[in-house]
């Protein structure tokens, strides 16, 4: 187990270095750099630019120097806490994304919980109920919600809540409370809020969870025990929940950490429709005007916390279920 | 060996029933899976014929019927007769002058009956054929949106049409795509193990701990931005395999590997096959199956993809008409709140991806030798 | 003789009326003028509450100590305000961002009227320059004091121009303004509130054209800066200046410095400023703005604005969000980032937002613009874009108004993209040159030019054989500005009508590919300056390469018409440099009036840039129903900032 959990750690911290390395490649990819979009902009207000300012901005990120130095200059800075600074809105980017990080990872770990709360359930009711009316239903909602594009059904609901509550549930707090040090007006203000976003992003989840969960229930319920107990005559809620969903649901929530590239993903399209304020809105913002050191620290960022999640998950699987050796596994 | 297997018993049939006709028998229970391979085909057809059904080109448009709303196609007059052929009634339009919208009624004194295999504009089939043939189509100066029109007056029927040509293609040419990569490497990984599979597998699962947004996001914004819109059409399909193949060759992997223990390949081992033909002649078959379910599955998650590209405006641009294209037009506050017809290619999105999902359901179910 | 004699007496008549403060509309300079002007007399001075609490706290000095001897007088626009409450906006832009800071916070010296009819000194007492104009005497409002109460005198802009302007560090290259006859400004403090600016040439536009918006802001630079604030950061001051940056994770001391001393933006924390509210609190999606305590300018009653206590800002990044909380009720005001596209959605939840629609005047000559490049790459299609018969063509082939119906609800009018009507620089004659639809008449021009059809005549072929193909180009930033994209759908069915096969496209970045000279075509949408600030130039000026390249201007400002011939320069193009300059060194309005005139009908008879539809085209306003002294009708333009000329320190709550 030890051993496993080392080994793990120094594959985590190999792929995070290749992360780093991708990320930094992509973002020098696009011919050109911030500068010239920010003297386009500066221009197309009808202001000649600043060379001054220019010239120094070239120099105060190396832009002439071979990328191979960029590269090391930045990682160095990087693993002393200094991530750089965003060319755009000129403040480092350890602040830029720290202070979006509570965000991303409380919208990430409710959807998650609200993913489970819904699907688990009702998985096991689609099992229970097999080819009822209840099962169809639930599995074409749980299709729908897979196939509706994000950007689409978050665009709606917020209409649609406008429309018929009169609210407009833009970013993660109204006006009144973003400002306001934490009460409890703050935190229902927040909580008003989510529902919009965990919805969009936690439908495809959702749908993809319930088939899992029905189908592993369904392979449990099969299986000699369960017929044994059933002859024996035991009640059946009590023959239900005291084995059979308990090792229908190791497969499922070990795979919880899993289940976070998809919500990061769907969390990126979802917090620019709704101006949330995670780290994956500030990527979006920052490649748009390559912002390079930005948004090369986003990915970084999102990839890591990826990783640690699948990392947490997959230990929990080995510690969860004994049987499982990693070692052996192909 | 007996040539034919006549007036055997349902039960003998189903002993000599090849693998193939087995799993057809169960693909035929599953109803909804049925349900989406009819619509699947019927999206289809439109799509390689998209230059006939609909009764306008991609790019006409009617300056005069900006943001009109769906025409209903009736049978029955206002004064209660009966038309065999439908019709439709013209539109008109007024200018609010407080709110400055387009208010459109119905002018009921202008009827305008369909007609069928109508000679209009012509196009070029293909780009091979010249005809003029269009399904339907009513007499000018008359007009029929189905699905209403746009703020250009461009008919979205047509348009959802034309796109669907794209959106669909894209499905299919990328999830072919990471077939061939998703084979091959996973071929090699699963086959031959050790040193190649551990480092096939550290990036796979690389690939897969990265969002595929910001992954997306990333390698679009790489592309040269002076390039014609097809090679990025091109490029789009290439960056949407680039996350897909993962999973396809995870499978094919985790497939050989078991495979490779099985009893059968033993025999065939033993009896002198040669490795070529274990994996040809033994392998691929068992698994083909649940390879064609995986396929099945990453078409929906291409079209997606697509649709979430021209969102991000990296995608598909106009003047390519795609499903993504024109979801991105219509991804505004007045399209919601005013026309909510523009929505409709966002009902095509999910009736295809439901459909896809559906058939591979089915195909699942009917591949799994353990059901 | 008699008549030299009356124009030299009309100049000098008109260059006394420069040097006396004018009297603006909505604006007195001194309380003296204003009971001059109107007869009131203001008895006292009062101010807001939490002020007051503040005084007796002994945190700030009392307000008799505050205000300048002399403070700015404002005349509200609806009634005298009352103090207090909390104002709650949201912008489509990071928090304490340009825009807010452009049209809510900025003070220039000398600043426009509400109607933008005319100019005022606005923290600056006085302004006169000399006979020759080669040197301008600047007054400062004696008394006048930074945020934090220290004073504010001569020596910030001393400060200013010895230490920032002149150090090589933080400017290697001069401001255009400062370097007005190829030499650097002088600046010399005269005593302790007056300074005098000595230009190399005559300057006649120094003050209305470069000390008020936006030039103020590019080129010419804040000239007044904290410098009991800005001191510790400079190495001049502080030999630990670098230490200093280097703890904040910069690498040179003048980073830090920028960004202690930037301008447009109200960040950091604790920059003094003597705009009206100061920058109290910023988040990822939000920033907070309380009063400035120091605020120098009055109502006609006497009371220290601004009225608003505090100002609350939400940060919406995407259009739609933001145009939900408009429609929403979260924001007390709206102007920027909405179009006359977002009118019907607008009007119909007034009631549900609890907010009032007003439709405000855009500062445009056309609202879409065509531009063709005059450096093309490609030697062939350089030369065909060279051709003014083509780039008349292309204006003829346009249908202005399809374009009028579908995409501006009906309004506006086919147009050049030419000064305005309105505008007392407007000439008819250019701005609807070439702006009818007369394909016959292109298609004649294009064959003129022997650009032939194709066996199928199906599109023209270039004189190499190889078919005639443009792209327009515009950036995927302006896309919201107006209806570009929609415009491009249309123009690309017109232009291939004439057989010029046309694509279009927005790309991120589009300015890479105007130095490597990669575009051909490119649109945009761009404003007009109000009459006051005008300068000769259509925009955008060719000085920012939408039409060609630097290189040209830079020989022309470098080595005039000699070097910018050397440098390939067309011949009209060099004319319209000459004239520009002429009409900078115009200084009386009648030879403003014929200058102008001549540069318009020269833009309409080269077409660089091609309009499509302008004039009445009205841009939305959004005002909460218990937000007041807002003017029904404003302008809405780059040029004047918005709503900055309207004062927004004098708006106030009434709940």
Known sequence: ???????????????????????????????????????????????????????????????????????????????????????????????????????????????????????????????????????????????????????????????????????????????????????????????????IPIIVIGTAGTAGLIRVMRGCLLDELKKQYVITARAKGVAERLLLFKYPVRLAINPVISTIGWELPAIFSGAVITSIVLSLP????????????????????????????????????????????????????? | MGKKKERLSAEERYYVATQWQLMWRKFKKHKLAIFGAVVLSFLYVLAIFCEFFPPYDTRKYFPDYAYCPSQRVRFFSERGKFHLRPFVYGMEKEL?????????????????????????????????????????????????????????????????????????????????????????????????????????QRVIELLICIPTIPLWMSLSAALPENWSSLKVYFFIVIILSIVGWTGLARVVRGKLLELREEDFAMAAKIAGANEGRIIVRHLLPSFLSYLIVSLTLAVPYMILGETALSFLGLGLRPPIVSWGVLLKEAQNVQTVALHSWLLIPGLFVIVTVLAFNFLGDGLRDAADPYK | MIRKLMEVSLSLVLCLALAVPLLAQGTYNTPA??????????????????????????????????LPEEPLVVEAAEEIGRYGETLYLTMPEEPAGWSFSSYWLHEPPIQLTPDLSDLYPNWLESFKSSEDYKTWTLHLREGLRWSDGAPLAAVDVM???????????LFPVKPVALMHGGKLAEVEKVDEYTVKFHFAAPFPDFATGYLTLPEYMYNTGIIIRPKHYLMKYHIKYNPQAGELAKKEGFDHWYQLFDIKSAQG?????????IQPWVLKAIGPTHATFERNPYYWKVDTSGNQLPYIDRIEVKSLASPEAYLMSIMGGETDFALSDISMKDIPVLKKNEEKGGYELRLWKKMQGAAVNYFFYQDYEDPVMKEILRDVRFRRAMSLAIKREEMKGLLFFGKGMPSQATVPPGSRYYVPESWQAYAQYDPEEANRLLDEIGLEWNKEHTFRLRPDGNPLSIKIQGAAWALAEGPLQAAAELVKGYWEVVGVKTDFEFPEHLVELFSAKKVAVTTHVFDMPPDFIYKGWLWPPISTEWWGPMAWYDAWIEGGRTAAEKEGVPENVIRFYELTEEFGGAVSEEEKIRIAQKINLLWSETLWVIGTVGGDLPSPCVVKNYLRNVPQVGYVGYFNFQQIPTIPAQFFISK
């Open chain 3, 33 to 66: 003028e204003y009971e001059k002007a109107t007869g009131n007399k203001i008895e006292s001075f009062s101010q807001a509450s939490m002020l007051r609490t503040m005084v007796a706290a002994g945190e700030i000095l009392p307000l008799e100590m505050r």
């Open chain 3, 265 to 273: 933006t109200a960040k950091p924390i604790g920059k003094p400023t």
């Open chain 3, 159 to 169: 400060f200013w121009y010895e230490d920032i302007i002149k150090n090589e560090e």
């Open chain 2, 96 to 200: 609010d002058p407080v709110t400055w919208e387009w208010i459109w009624t119905e002018d009921k004194t202008k009827r305008y009956p369909l007609h069928f295999f109508v000679h209009r504009d012509s196009y070029k089939l293909w780009n091979l054929f010249e005809t003029d043939v269009h399904l339907f189509g009513v007499e000018e100066p008359g007009v029929i949106f189905l699905f209403g029109t746009d703020k250009l007056g461009r008919d979205l029927f047509s348009r959802i049409i034309y796109a669907a040509r794209i959106s669909l293609s894209v499905g299919l040419i990328g999830v072919a795509i990471s077939f061939v990569l998703g084979c091959i490497i996973g071929g090699i990984s699963g086959y031959f193990g050790g040193a190649a599979d551990m480092i096939i």
């Open chain 1, 278 to 330: 995670t780290v994956g809105e500030l990527m979006y913002t920052a490649l748009r005007s390559q912002d390079m050191y930005l948004a090369s620290s986003c990915l970084i960022i999102l990839a890591a916390l990826t990783l640690i999640g699948t990392f947490i998950s997959d230990l929990l699987l080995v510690w969860i279920d004994p049987r499982i050796h990693y070692e052996k596994k192909g």
């Open chain 1, 1 to 195: 187990m030890l051993f496993y959990t080392i080994r793990r750690l120094v594959y985590m911290v190999v792929l995070l270095w290749a992360i780093s390395v991708i990320g930094f490649i992509i973002i020098e990819l696009p011919p050109g750099s911030y500068l010239n979009v920010y003297m386009a902009q500066l221009r197309a207000r009808g202001g000649s630019v600043n060379k001054a300012l220019v010239a120094s901005l070239r120099k105060q990120y190396d832009l002439d120097s071979p990328q191979y130095v960029r590269y090391f200059k930045w990682v160095w800075k990087g693993l002393h806490g200094n991530l750089g600074m965003s060319l755009q809105k000129q403040r480092p980017v350890l602040d830029l994304i720290a202070e979006r990080l509570p965000a991303t990872i409380m919208l990430s770990l409710s959807t998650m919980f609200f993913v489970y709360v819904v699907a688990v359930p009702i998985g096991i009711h689609s099992a229970t109920h097999q080819y009822s009316g209840g099962d169809y239903f639930f599995t074409f909602f749980g299709f729908a919600g897979l196939a509706i594009p994000n950007f689409l059904l978050a665009l709606v609901l917020m209409f649609l809540f406008y429309k018929y509550f009169g609210v407009s549930l833009t970013g993660l707090f109204s006006s009144q409370y973003a400002a306001a040090a934490w009460s409890m007006g703050k935190f229902m203000d927040m909580l008003a809020h989510l529902p």
